[in-house]
């Protein structure tokens, strides 16, 4: 008899991220690049990585909640 198998639980793929934000700063702008890693499983959305990093960026910085996206730049991890 065959063996009851099911297929392996599908990994997250590290993906790299970096943005660029401009921010009313004074009387004029700041402009802020950073840039990380966020872990992505089968089915995530390239809007949902989004909002999840520029909600983590406003909770540590509040002040960047009304900053412009200038760029933004999300890829696999991986060479």
Request: hydrophobic fraction near 40%; proline fraction near 9%; charged fraction near 15%.
């Amino acid at each position: 008899m065959p063996e009851n198998t099911t297929p392996a639980a599908a990994q997250p793929v590290l993906h790299s991220w970096l943005i660029t934000l401009q921010f009313r700063i004074g009387g004029g702008f700041g402009v802020l690049t950073t840039e990380g890693t966020i872990p992505l499983g089968p089915g995530a959305s390239r809007t949902g990585a989004y909002r999840n990093i520029r909600a983590e960026l406003t909770r540590q910085n509040p002040d960047l909640e009304q900053a412009n996206v200038l760029f933004f730049s999300l890829d696999p991890d991986r060479l």
